[in-house]
């Protein structure tokens, strides 16, 4: 079974520092995109980071750019989200997503509708 998993959520004060984990088994996707996205109360899902493939590009939105960083271990199936100087507004669950394909353009790996496999979700509390 092809399976994502979120660890590394918790609670935080506004300032600090939080380091997510997504490990991927089942399958390898070391050559295909892996990101992250998260989703306020109340909010759609909106896209954060992505990670095009073992040494590829990254990409991030304007809001996170600057404070959180996306990396991939070297056998490319585990992704982490390295989130710095958080504020009350990233106080959202985070979920991991894997594609299965490959994408010429930014723009394709910001969409959710662009990943097939979608971890469980992990809550991000920034208290102010």
Not at 9 to 36: E, H, I, K
Not at 83 to 107: F, I, P, W
Request: glycine share 12%.
């Amino acid at each position: 079974q092809v399976q994502l998993v979120e660890s590394g959520g918790g609670l935080v004060q506004a300032g600090g520092s939080l380091r997510l984990s997504c490990a991927a088994s089942g399958r390898t996707f070391s050559n295909y995109p892996m990101g992250w996205f998260r989703q306020a109360p109340g909010k759609e899902r909106e896209f954060v980071a992505a990670h095009r493939w073992s040494g590829g590009s990254t990409y991030y939105a304007d809001s996170v750019k600057g404070r959180f960083t996306i990396s991939r271990d070297n056998a490319g199936n585990t992704v982490y989200l390295q989130m710095n100087g958080l504020r009350s507004e990233d106080t959202a669950v985070y979920y991991c997503a894997a594609s299965t394909s490959r994408y010429s353009s930014a723009g394709y790996y910001t969409k959710t509708y662009n990943y097939d496999l979608w971890g469980q979700g992990t809550q991000v509390t920034v208290s102010a």
